[in-house]
Antibody, heavy 124, light 109 residues
Framework: EVQLVQSGAEVKKPGESLKISCKGS????????IGWVRQMPGKGLEWMGI????????RYSPSFQGQVTISADKSISTAYLQWSSLKASDTAMYYC?????????????????WGQGTLVTVSS | SYVLTQPPSVSVAPGQTARITCGGN??????VHWYQQKPGQAPVLVVY???DRPSGIPERFSGSNSGNTATLTISRVEAGDEADYYC????????????FGTGTKVTVL
């Protein structure tokens, strides 16, 4: 059974650093991209970036480039999302999700399994 | 960047059919995927590649895509279908690569 298990909720102050995790199991962790998705309170889904744990190839959304760092440790099947200096506007639920690729006429990419989410609250 | 527009809300009586649209420029040339998100839960994939269903998703969920509009159709709506629904596309020529729609709240009357 494919599972993505995320680390627990965090409460931080502005300016603090944070690293949250997403551990995959039930599949070959190094063979699938993992994505991170933000959901601010009462808002929709926003794609932040993806990483291929096999070689750590990483892509970011322009909105999040330079704001966060995505990494992975394939030895423990875990992906990470980290901030060096949190802002109040980083308060949100963060989801990791596995990327599935389907090639029919052309390739398409979607998220087939999701973690349970990590709530990050940044407040002074 | 590519933009996907959904109606904010759709209301439907139990047993009736709900149709949720996802508008985008020439979206018919792309593959569209749909997610259901119930309150306090992570999103769940309900339709991928326009009209395919993952295992475990009821046949009541179906999708279509043509021109500038993709549609998720929920037949014989049940109270348990009340949720937010998001469309999503991947576009190699777009930045960001992955784009989500604005989301639609489905209310079962």
């Amino acid at each position: 059974e494919v599972q993505l298990v995320q680390s627990g909720a965090e409460v931080k102050k502005p300016g603090e650093s944070l690293k949250i995790s997403c551990k995959g199991s039930g599949y070959s962790f190094t063979s699938y991209w993992i994505g991170w998705v933000r959901q601010m309170p009462g808002k929709g889904l926003e794609w932040m970036g993806i990483i291929y744990p096999g070689d750590s190839d990483t892509r970011y959304s322009p909105s999040f480039q330079g704001q966060v760092t995505i990494s992975a440790d394939k030895s423990i099947s875990t992906a990470y999302l980290q901030w060096s200096s949190l802002k109040a506007s980083d308060t949100a639920m963060y989801y990791c999700a596995r990327v599935r690729i389907v090639v029919v006429v052309a390739a398409t990419y979607y998220f087939d399994y999701w973690g349970q989410g990590t709530l990050v609250t940044v407040s002074s | 960047s590519y933009v996907l527009t959904q109606p904010p809300s759709v209301s439907v009586a139990p047993g009736q059919t709900a149709r949720i649209t996802c508008g985008g420029n020439n979206i018919g040339s792309k593959s569209v995927h749909w997610y259901q998100q119930k309150p306090g839960q992570a999103p769940v994939l309900v339709v991928y590649d326009d009209s395919d269903r993952p295992s475990g998703i009821p046949e009541r969920f179906s999708g279509s895509n043509s021109g500038n509009t993709a549609t998720l159709t929920i037949s014989r709506v049940e109270a348990g279908d009340e949720a937010d629904y998001y469309c999503q596309v991947w576009d190699s020529s777009s930045d960001p690569l992955y784009v989500f729609g604005t989301g639609t709240k489905v209310t079962v009357l």
